[in-house]
């Protein structure tokens, strides 16, 4: 019931932006958006995908041993981050280049809300390989009700923000709910099942997040 009720809110949060946004505003702003949010989140995404679904097996072994599983799951996000970081954030960098050079001048208008959502696919990374590690340790509930709270929030606000700023502010509140809202508890979450803290998960991303600064 856990992983069926997590499919059906999957869909709702990863489709009902799109939905939205091409009743409120127009086919075209739609047009704008879904190639902004799957060019932005397909690098970094694809990835991620492959890693959770070779991890998911692997850290279910581990399940029993805290200290396995936790070392297994530090080298996991460590990879994650060393390439999806980099390539989320350089994405970001070039995308006025890449959109102008690739599909041309009108299509302008998607730069930031691409920009956005390139950092919200760096999250989307992160994020899969803690959703592995739940379902592995028999706790696939909380996916379930993290993901209803990120659709209850995103369902509030996404009315305003998408009328003043259009899909530039539909890109900032999906990034901002999962940065402000959803990272918060599911690092805490995660520190829990690994008797760790949400600081030791997160300094596996320092190296990875300082090197994209400087590139």
Do not use: C, H
Not at 74 to 91: Q, W
Not at 132 to 158: E, Q
Request: avoid cysteine; aromatic fraction near 14%; charge should be positive.
């Amino acid at each position: 019931k856990w992983i069926t009720g997590s499919s059906i809110l999957y869909f709702l949060y990863n489709e009902g932006d799109d939905v939205f946004v091409g009743w409120l505003l127009s086919p075209v702003a739609l047009a704008y958006y879904q190639y902004a949010y799957r060019m932005s989140n397909a690098p970094a995404t694809e990835l991620s995908q492959v890693v959770a679904g070779v991890m998911f097996p692997a850290f279910s072994k581990f399940q029993t041993d805290v200290k396995r599983l936790r070392e297994s799951y530090f080298t996991t996000i460590r990879l994650v981050a060393f390439v999806a970081v980099p390539m989320g954030i350089g994405f970001a960098v070039v995308t006025p280049a890449f959109v102008e050079s690739a599909f041309g001048a009108e299509w302008l208008p998607m730069v930031v809300a691409m920009q956005v959502l390139a950092l919200y696919g760096v999250y989307r990374a992160i994020g899969k390989t803690m959703g592995a590690l739940w379902k592995a340790v028999g706790r696939p509930d909380y996916i379930t009700k993290t993901s209803l709270l990120k659709v209850l929030v995103i369902a509030v606000f996404i009315y305003p923000v998408t009328v003043r700023w259009g899909i530039t502010g539909t890109a900032v509140l999906v990034l901002g709910v999962n940065l402000l809202v959803s990272m918060p508890i599911n690092l805490y979450i995660t520190a829990k099942v690994l008797e760790t803290t949400s600081l030791r998960i997160l300094s596996e991303t320092t190296y990875p997040l300082v090197a994209s600064r400087g590139m």
